[in-house]
Every structure is written in C-alpha cells, then in structure tokens.
C-alpha cells in the first residue's frame, strides 16, 4: 500500500466481516433446505451407493493436479523442480478449498514457497497468469460445454435464456482474459505485489508470448478434460447415464454455478442446490443428487486436509533437519 491509498477503515472490515458471514448463513440455509427435502435413509442408501466411486474422484483430482502443476512449472520458466512444485500446489490447493476466501487462500503460502526459487515478482506473476488462464480456459469450456448441452438436452425456456446469457458472456469474458495474460499487465501487477510482499521488483514486464500461451492452454484444456472423469466416476457409481453429452453438461453446469456464486464461502449450499437441481433436470432421483453433491464436496474436504497434512509433515521435517 503506498501513501496515496487511504488504509481499510474498521468499519469496512467489519463490513466485509458482516458480509462473509450473511453470505455463509446463506450457504448454510440452502444446504439444509436441499437436504430436508428428502428422507434421510434414502440419502444414506444413496450415499452408500456412491460410496465406492468416491476414491476415484480423489484419483482425478489428483490427476488434474499433476497437470496444474506442469503447466505452472511452463509459467515459472522451469526454474523450480517438478515434485517440489506439486507439493507446493498440494498444500495451497489445499487451502484454497479448505479456507473460506474465494478459492484463493493458499495463494500466499504458494508465494512463499516459490520465491526460495524464484523472485518474488517472478513467482507474483507466473500465480497471476496461472490464475487468469485457468479461469479463461474455464469460462471457455463451460460455455462450449452448455451450448452442447443445450441441443442435447429438453430444458425449461427460463433455464435456456439463462444458459444463453452465460455462455455469450462467459466466452466474452474468457477470451478477454487470455487477451490479457498476453499484455504487460500481469507482469506490471506480479511486480507491484512483490514490491509490497518485500521484493525489488527485478523483473521487467514481459508480455507472454502468443506461442507460449497457446501451448499452455494445451495444458490447461487438459486439466478440465481429466476433471470431467469426476461425473463419469460419479454417475457411473449411482448407476447412472454417464455418456459423453451428460458428463459434459453436468461438469459444465456445475463450474457455470460454481463461477456465479464465487462469493459464496466454499460454495456451501450452492453445490448441493446446484446437483439437485441439475438431477431433476435429467430425470435423475433427488436422493442420488443429494449424495453426488456429498462425495465432490468429501472430495474437497479429503484433498484439502491432505494438502494441510503435507505442510505439517513438511514442517515436522525441516524441524528435524534444518539443513
């Protein structure tokens, strides 16, 4: 913060803190409407149906992961080691799904970990345009995926002008953002943030070049191709129709849900509301919805006290190794 930007008064934190709350209650209220809608033995039958298909959403996870952390390593100039580099996304992906902060409260346990490696402004930067890419790529094939679903599916004329609306602005909006990452600006914000996490600002503002970037969507394309084996373990686990054209659509539907009500911490309430709704939609039994929402939302919960329990492993080492 420079001496030109007047400091976050107490009565905006407390807002925002206030804000966080109402919209936590909200979250929980919708969790609990969802659930009461339905007879708790059915949800536990269905729950243990799924049960068996819920380890292989934690291998996709894993899997998507692996190629997350690849394609940072192609943003950090291969300049950190790739097993060192998937710890580091382990335990901020962890904390990204575990802390209530839209998805990005692992991020400054990642700059910290990155600039024993690299530069500050570099590891700023190479977050930032990680960041960008993955939501652009994201944007793009949640609005590609929906409009596929739309000629596969006999949906209600309110839900398609919605549909409609997303995906015109949703492909706008991820176009614009990998248009971005090709600009000096995030190289400009990636120094202006290390200067104030206590770096020099060494780097200079390199553009990233077109080339570059489209063997980095490559990457990224990947990952949200290996993220939607999630509902084919899922639906195949409920014995469910898990063909391309649902997969898709259900994968799509639920990162179009999950990109609206970002404010929402974690999601909670949204997801399960998205699943039910989405179920009913398909002619799916709302049980079975009930519990796929379970088993993604134990598969965040699993995967993010894995990424916690690695930081306290690694801690647990360094103190007993200091070299």
């Given at each position: ?70 394609a940072l390593q192609l ?176 994968y799509c539907f639920h ?69």
């Amino acid at each position: 913060m420079t001496d030109s930007e007047p400091p976050i008064g107490p009565g905006r934190r407390a807002a925002k803190r206030w804000i966080d709350r109402g919209l936590l209650v909200i979250g929980v209220g919708l969790l609990i409407f969802v659930v009461s809608r339905y007879s708790l033995d059915d949800i536990a039958d269905a729950c243990a149906i799924v049960g068996p298909a819920f380890a292989l959403t934690l291998v996709v996870a894993f899997g998507w992961t692996l190629v997350n952390t690849r394609a940072l390593q192609l943003l950090l100039d291969n300049a950190v080691g790739f097993r060192a580099l998937l710890a580091i996304r382990l335990i901020g992906d962890g904390y990204n799904s575990l802390l209530p902060a839209a998805g990005v409260g692992g991020e400054p346990f990642k700059v910290r970990q990155l600039t024993a490696s690299v530069p500050v402004g570099h590891a700023v930067t190479a977050l930032i345009r990680d960041r960008v890419i993955e939501n652009g790529v994201g944007l793009l094939v949640t609005a590609g995926g929906l409009a596929w679903g739309l000629s596969c599916f006999a949906l209600p004329s309110a839900l398609r002008a919605g549909l409609v609306t997303y995906i015109a602005i949703g492909a706008a909006a991820g176009l614009a953002s990998l248009a971005l990452v090709l600009t000096p600006l995030p190289g400009k914000l990636g120094r202006t943030l290390g200067r104030w996490l206590g770096g020099t600002g060494e780097i200079e503002h390199v553009p990233l070049p077109a080339g570059r970037l489209a063997h980095l969507l490559l990457w990224y394309a990947l990952s949200r191709f290996v993220g939607m084996f999630e509902f084919v373990a899922l639906l195949w686990g409920l014995g469910l129709p898990h063909d391309p054209a649902t997969v898709v659509f259900c994968y799509c539907f639920h990162h179009a849900a999950g990109f609206i009500s970002f404010a929402i911490p974690a999601g909670l309430g949204v997801f399960e509301g998205t699943t039910v709704y989405l179920f009913s939609l398909l002619g799916f039994p709302g049980p079975l919805g009930v519990a796929c929402a379970f088993a993604r939302r134990g598969r965040m919960v699993v995967f993010g006290v894995l990424g916690a329990a690695l930081h306290v492993f690694e801690i647990r080492s360094r103190a007993r190794d200091p070299r």
